[in-house]
């Protein structure tokens, strides 16, 4: 039984055949219960917390990314040192020298 | 085999290493060159990345651009290599005329397998194919009019297709061409060895401060070309010991202890690992690394043509009793099966 039926027959009158006393008691217990509530704060700012974690997570990934260099530019020398070679593939040298 | 290979490329007609010879002969002139290189993972043939470059030649400078996206620019001007925020890189010496063809006649099999069409071309297609064990076979389709190879493919040891690369626009320069490379800097700094003169060791002990360490092994068929002065990004000296099969090559680069920033840590955090998840795509397509300490002082690293193992076997083959060699990482797991 939902909240909206249940509002539904607290709003009914009681039965005539139903204790007045018995029916006050329910009413009172479950009125306080049913009333519309303030949506909680997490609910309210969900959106703004997902676009600042959002945010959050573009900022470090693009930072992870800029930040840490994995090869050192050995590599290029490498490459380039390959440049006049029979066996080098000159767009080998290009992305190793060009890549970010 | 080779008797087979020898009847395959006479019934052909054509000698495939005049053809490879021809093929780079033409791609030393000056040039504006659009090339499409595809890369794929070994056992992974349906994942193919590709890039575009153009790339611009001419006597005094190289200049390249990345044609997908935006990348920074290389030019190469009065011996000094520019790009990458203006620090210069010494270019390295060439290799004396026709040393490396002549080993690769030693180390590869080369036949004249038929015809193909590259961009409407017919072109000759000359696979070679390593004689050694670990090494990568290679197919060029050769433009019979220009001499220009218009596909290069590479292989793994197990045919499979690693990389291709095809020109898709080439015109020859004039040597003349007034595409000047921009911003020329000056020459290199003082007291830096000129670049383009190879090191006797003594001059490399010289240039380094202390003995450069001497590799007592090397995989079947390479030979050593050389050594070359460098200087690292904080102004440390370092030089780069060279090996070749006259197709494929290896380097191993000798620098003090904290002469380059750290190639990756030690344990690496789980912000390394997402970097290094970022950075995945790209690693298929780099040459294995190993990096090792030679004593307390001295790092190695080695990288190249050849698998991760090998690698290693180099540069524990430089250490001493005294000065063991203790490798330290390597940049990825390698794919390549060791012989």
């Known amino acids: 039984m939902n909240h909206d039926t249940l509002r539904g027959i607290l709003a009914a009158q009681p039965l005539p055949s139903a204790d007045p006393v018995a029916w006050e008691a329910l009413r009172a217990h479950l009125e306080p219960r049913l009333a519309p509530t303030r949506p909680s704060r997490l609910r309210r700012f969900r959106w703004s917390l997902l676009a600042g974690a959002s945010l959050l997570i573009a900022i470090s990934g693009f930072w992870i990314t800029r930040t840490s260099e994995v090869e050192p530019s050995w590599s290029q020398v490498h490459a380039l040192s390959q440049w006049s070679s029979p066996g080098a593939d000159p767009t080998w040298v290009a992305m190793e020298m060009t890549s970010p | 085999m080779n008797f087979a290979l020898l009847v395959l490329a006479t019934l052909h007609g054509s000698d495939p290493w005049t053809l490879v010879e021809r093929s780079e002969r033409a791609r030393q002139v000056p040039m504006d060159a659009t090339v499409r290189t595809t890369f794929w993972r070994e056992g992974k043939s349906h994942e ?117 690369s095809t020109i898709e626009s080439i015109q020859h320069l004039n040597p003349t061409a007034k595409a000047a490379p921009p911003n020329p ?59 070749t099969d006259g197709l494929a090559h290896f380097s191993v680069f000798v620098n003090p202890v904290g002469c380059m920033p750290p190639m990756e840590p030690k344990e690496p955090g789980t912000w390394k690992r997402i970097a290094r998840w970022f950075h995945s795509e790209k690693d298929h397509r780099r040459p294995p690394m190993v990096k090792a300490n030679l004593g307390p002082h001295t790092e190695l690293m080695a990288m190249g043509d050849i698998s991760r193992n090998l690698l290693n076997r180099v540069l524990l083959s430089m250490g001493t009793s005294s000065l063991p060699v203790h490798i330290v990482t390597s940049s990825k797991p390698d794919h390549r099966r060791d012989p």
């Open chain 2, 185 to 243: 800097e000056g020459p290199a700094s003082p007291g830096q060895p000129a670049p383009s003169k190879p090191l006797s060791p003594a001059e490399a002990q010289q240039w380094l401060g202390f003995e450069v360490p001497q590799a007592t092994w090397a995989p079947d068929g390479f030979v050593a070309t050389g050594i070359e002065a460098h200087t690292c990004p904080e102004g440390g000296h370092a030089v780069r010991l060279g090996w």
């Open chain 2, 48 to 164: 193919g990345k590709s890039m575009r470059f153009r790339i611009l030649q001419d006597k005094d400078f190289l200049r390249i651009e990345p044609l997908d996206g935006k990348g920074p620019k290389l030019w190469e001007h009065h011996g000094q290599i520019k790009g990458r925020g203006g620090r210069p890189m010494p270019l390295p010496p060439k290799p004396p005329e026709g040393m490396e063809l002549e080993l690769a006649k030693r180390n590869y099999d080369a036949v004249v397998e038929r015809t193909d069409s590259v961009a409407g071309r017919l072109c000759d297609v000359v696979r070679l194919r390593p004689r050694h064990v670990g090494g990568n076979g290679r197919r060029l389709c050769i433009d019979p009019a220009t001499g220009i190879a218009l596909r290069r493919d590479q292989y793994s040891e197990r045919g499979e297709l690693l990389r291709r």
